[in-house]
């Protein structure tokens, strides 16, 4: 598991077996407890997640900055605070 690239801070939130929207309410409430820049990095191993949660961070104003398939069967989403 990859931290965040360097220079950046934040966290990741290991998702791999649970299902939306649990997907996209964690990852809420983690963005919740940080600061204005962080970046979490979300894994997921549900699909529908996968579209899902991004969908769901830009739309609570949140930056996303990718969505990578690091294995047949897990993604990672990457997203920036830039919303309190």
Known sequence: MEAPARGERGRTLDLRGEVCPYTFVKSK?????????????????FPPSAKNVPRSMEMEGQEVLGVEEISPSTWRIRVRKTKG
Not at 29 to 45: I, R
């Open 29 to 45: 409430l983690a963005m919740e407890e940080m600061a204005m820049g962080e970046v979490l990095e979300v894994l997921v191993d």
